[in-house]
T-cell receptor, first 112, second 110 residues
Framework: NAGVTQTPKFQVLKTGQSMTLQCAQD?????MYWYRQDPGMGLRLIYY???????DKGEVPNGYNVSRLNKREFSLRLESAAPSQTSVYFC???????????FGPGTRLTVT | GENVEQHPSTLSVQEGDSAVIKCTYS??????FPWYKQELGKGPQLIID?????GEKKDQRIAVTLNKTAKHFSLHITETQPEDSAVYFC?????????FGTGTSLTVIP
């Protein structure tokens, strides 16, 4: 039982490049989330998927897109990376909106 | 949207002493309040949570209190140990969204 897995662990991009961060959970959770974590700012919600087939914007969605590929997988795409998107990205899953969230190990992204 | 404020940002205590971290929230519709511990290089992990119909919850050395009227909730760690050193985050849930505090870096001095 791996819980929540994220790939890659580290990534360096040049400004304007695109990439997709992958997330998968094996707990049969309904809801999945993408957060970014910046120093001194806690975790901020980028997008979430309350259930398979639905996605919604969080606090900071600009510059990102998401896909809930199936119940297990939820990907985050940066179409044209900017230095302001340098951050640590965490994926999380939960049974529902007001239940414990389980977090993945994170992806450290640097945009130069 | 919801605004969650967390204090202090850093906290140092002697081993065996208690630590208290406080959070306030703004949206009276928030109904679930988890606390997460994050160790260096890892994702946050839930340590305790409380729902809006409960005023206090305890799990061994950790307790959380909630004052809905004042819109604040607190984490209490008693008999602190060096392995309690980490960053702690509070959060408030409204609907499907979670709003996190900015974190408290706790150092327990042996």
């Amino acid at each position: 039982n791996a819980g929540v897995t994220q790939t890659p662990k580290f990534q360096v991009l040049k400004t304007g490049q695109s990439m997709t961060l992958q997330c998968a959970q094996d707990m049969n959770h309904n809801s999945m989330y993408w957060y970014r974590q910046d120093p001194g700012m806690g975790l901020r919600l980028i997008y979430y998927s309350a259930s398979e087939g639905t996605t919604d914007k969080g606090e900071v969605p600009n510059g990102y897109n998401v896909s809930r590929l199936n119940k297990r997988e939820f990907s985050l795409r940066l179409e044209s990376a900017a230095p302001s998107q340098t951050s640590v990205y965490f994926c999380a899953s939960a049974w529902g909106g007001n239940y414990e969230q389980y977090f993945g190990p994170g992806t450290r992204l640097t945009v130069t | 949207g919801e605004n969650v404020e967390q204090h202090p940002s850093t906290l140092s205590v002697q081993e065996g002493d208690s630590a208290v971290i406080k959070c306030t929230y703004s949206d009276s519709a928030s109904n679930y309040f988890p606390w997460y511990k994050q160790e260096l290089g890892k994702g946050p992990q839930l340590i305790i949570d409380i729902r809006s119909n409960v005023g206090e919850k305890k799990d061994q050395r950790i307790a959380v209190t909630l004052n809905k009227t004042a819109k604040h909730f607190s984490l209490h760690i008693t008999e602190t140990q060096p392995e309690d050193s980490a960053v702690y985050f509070c959060a408030a849930n409204t609907g499907n969204q979670f709003y996190f505090g900015t974190g408290t870096s706790l150092t327990v001095i042996p």
